[in-house]
Each structure stands twice: as structure tokens, then as C-alpha cells.
């Protein structure tokens, strides 16, 4: 299995724990790895009356940097274009907000998570 294949099953691997993890606080997921012209958001679910467009980014321990620090200004654009989509597309009319959910995962057991961390309501500014 070369690099590409690694990052990308990690990253499927990354969505699905996002998806358990925000079920289990109570949210409903909406979509998954909703695609449009401008890029891809990896979930999108509910809470109360918030729409949310969570960007997953997934790491194993010891990454020199925070999996979050990937959600560039770029990214955060294509995102925004994106949810702008969905948005358009649902005729949706109420709160949104966008998160990034960090998964770390161990590095022998790359099927155990270490560590998640949601970080609510980011990147307005894009």
C-alpha cells in the first residue's frame, strides 16, 4: 500500500470515528463526504436548530503538528464554497457553523483512537 492509499484509508477511518462521535454527543449526521465543484465536506450534521459542516482531519501520534493546522486558508475557502452549495442546493435557511474534528490515532494500532478533539465554530472568516 503506497502513501496516497495510507492517508486516505486513514482519513476514511477518521470520518467514520467523527461520525460515532458526534452521534454519540447527540447530533444527527446529515451527509457524509458531500461533494460539489469546489471540494468535498466530510460530514454534515445536526444540532437543536445548527446545521454543521465538520471538516475530519485524522493523524497518527507523534505528527509534528496539530491535525487541525492542515484546515488552511485555501481549504477553509473551498469549504466555505462547498457549504454554500449545500446550502443553496437544501434551499436551507437557518444557523450554521463550521467545525474541524481532530482524530489522532495510535501509531501501532492505527484502528484505536487516542484522541479526538472537536473544535466548534472556526474559520468564519474565510
Given at each position: 500500500?503506497?502513501?496516497?492509499?495510507?492517508?486516505?484509508?486513514?482519513?476514511?477511518l477518521g470520518e467514520d470515528y467523527?461520525?460515532?462521535?458526534?452521534?454519540?454527543?447527540?447530533?444527527?449526521i446529515v451527509a457524509r463526504n458531500?461533494?460539489?465543484?469546489?471540494?468535498?465536506?466530510?460530514?454534515?450534521?445536526?444540532?437543536?436548530?445548527?446545521?454543521?459542516?465538520?471538516?475530519?482531519?485524522?493523524?497518527?501520534?507523534?505528527?509534528?503538528?496539530?491535525?487541525?493546522?492542515?484546515?488552511?486558508?485555501?481549504?477553509?475557502?473551498?469549504?466555505?464554497?462547498?457549504?454554500?452549495?449545500?446550502?443553496?442546493?437544501?434551499?436551507?435557511?437557518?444557523?450554521?457553523?463550521?467545525?474541524?474534528?481532530?482524530?489522532?490515532?495510535?501509531?501501532?494500532?492505527?484502528?484505536?483512537v487516542k484522541r479526538i478533539n472537536?473544535?466548534?465554530?472556526?474559520?468564519?472568516?474565510?
Open positions: 500500500m503506497n502513501v496516497t492509499d495510507k492517508t486516505k484509508e486513514n482519513g476514511r467523527a461520525g460515532r462521535f458526534l452521534a454519540a454527543k447527540g447530533y444527527e458531500f461533494k460539489t465543484r469546489f471540494g468535498e465536506i466530510d460530514v454534515i450534521a445536526k444540532t437543536g436548530e445548527i446545521l454543521i459542516f465538520a471538516e475530519v482531519k485524522t493523524r497518527t501520534e507523534g505528527y509534528l503538528c496539530a491535525p487541525g493546522e492542515a484546515v488552511t486558508k485555501p481549504k477553509q475557502k473551498r469549504i466555505l464554497a462547498a457549504a454554500n452549495e449545500y446550502i443553496l442546493a437544501n434551499e436551507y435557511h437557518g444557523a450554521f457553523r463550521f467545525d474541524v474534528i481532530e482524530i489522532e490515532l495510535f501509531h501501532r494500532d492505527k484502528f484505536s472537536h473544535i466548534e465554530n472556526v474559520y468564519l472568516e474565510a
